[in-house]
């Protein structure tokens, strides 16, 4: 590619404040345009990092002087901007999910297979030292046949913001799809999901207070998961922990602190930094366009999550067990 690589940002809040600092600082990469929600913070997000302010994503992405979109939006958008961007021409980073559709997801992939450009779906929990000092230490546990996989956030009052909006955010595990994605990493495929849901509604009617999903995946390796996902103001204490049982020990990480279990004896597991994850991420794309280098996720992967998480949906709804097929 000709350097340096031209990225013009769909968003203005965290993610894109993370990525934004290293696109500038890499000589390799020049963050030319940037469209957000509202033109003020737009106009700041611009200044801050010498870009240019755009008006919408669409005409973001028909610009001649943009090589790549990286979109950073509300989940709702990511489908639609990743499919304009993708038609342009362009390359694609896009944060988990790519859709809020499996069915679409799958276009996608297509779309940039037949465009021959990179669609890169962002999930920086595999890059992260609970992923991977899980996946270090997982031998020491042995046969795996059950984890439990819980994630609570308590806010009170529940916030007014997209995050608990369901048509902007999505079902709970697909717009947190890092939840779901962090077991089919290491246990691959699933054979059925059941599930249940509840929504606390909001005196805004496209608005709930808070939210508890729960679901069980028996994975086609015999292992079975429970994930535990509740946000909003009906909880009291906050919760992320991760627990592996298996014949040989017990893996428990708790926030960032991980332990093996065997017995009476406890060993302490070093547990790396969550710091940096998108500059990494960012660095890791420039480094695939330029010099070829593999990056660490496919998205092929990340689109088979999608649709479990769908089938969760499903089997919320349905109160059935629904039969995930193979992916091909």
């Known amino acids: 590619m000709t350097l340096p690589i031209r990225v013009g940002m769909v968003g203005t809040g965290f993610t894109a404040k993370l990525r934004a600092p290293t696109l500038q600082e890499d000589p390799r990469s020049q963050l030319v345009a940037v469209t957000g929600h509202t033109p003020e913070k737009t106009q700041e997000f611009s200044q801050i990092y010498q870009a240019t302010a755009v008006n919408s994503w669409q005409e973001l992405v028909d610009r001649d002087d943009v090589d790549l979109i990286m979109i950073c939006t509300i ?41 021959r450009r990179l669609l890169h779906i962002e999930h920086i929990e595999l890059l992260g030292g609970v992923h991977n000092a899980l996946k270090a230490s997982l031998a020491e546990a042995g046969e795996v046949f059950y984890a439990r ?71 086609t390796c015999g292992a079975i998961a429970e994930l ?26 708790d926030g960032d602190q991980g332990q093996l279990f065997r017995d009476a004896d406890i060993t302490e597991i070093p547990v790396g930094s969550r710091r940096g994850l998108f500059a990494q991420d960012t660095t890791m794309v420039l480094d695939h366009l330029i010099d070829g280098t593999p990056l660490y996720i496919n998205a092929i992967d990340s689109v088979y999550t999608l649709k479990i998480a769908d089938a969760i949906r499903v089997a919320g709804e349905t109160g059935q067990v629904v039969s995930i097929s193979a992916p091909e």
Do not use: M
């Open 228 to 253: 535990i996902y509740g946000k909003g103001e009906r909880f009291w204490k906050d919760e992320r922990k991760l627990e592996v049982y298996g014949d040989r020990g017990t893996l428990v990480f």
């Open 75 to 115: 989940n709702r958008d990511h489908g639609p901007v990743a499919r304009a961007a993708l038609e342009a021409g362009k390359h694609v980073v896009v944060e988990y999910p790519l859709s809020l559709d499996p069915l679409e997801a799958e276009t996608l992939l297509a779309l940039a297979d037949r465009q």
């Open 149 to 219: 996989y819980a994630t609570i956030s308590s806010k009170r009052p529940a916030p007014r913001s997209w995050t608990y909006h369901p048509d902007l955010f999505g079902f709970p595990f697909t717009g947190a799809l890092s939840r779901l994605h962090r077991l089919t990493d290491i246990w691959g495929t699933v054979a059925t999901v059941s599930a249940q849901s509840q929504f606390w509604p909001s005196p805004q009617p496209e608005y709930f207070t808070a939210c508890l999903c729960t679901a069980q995946l028996r994975f």
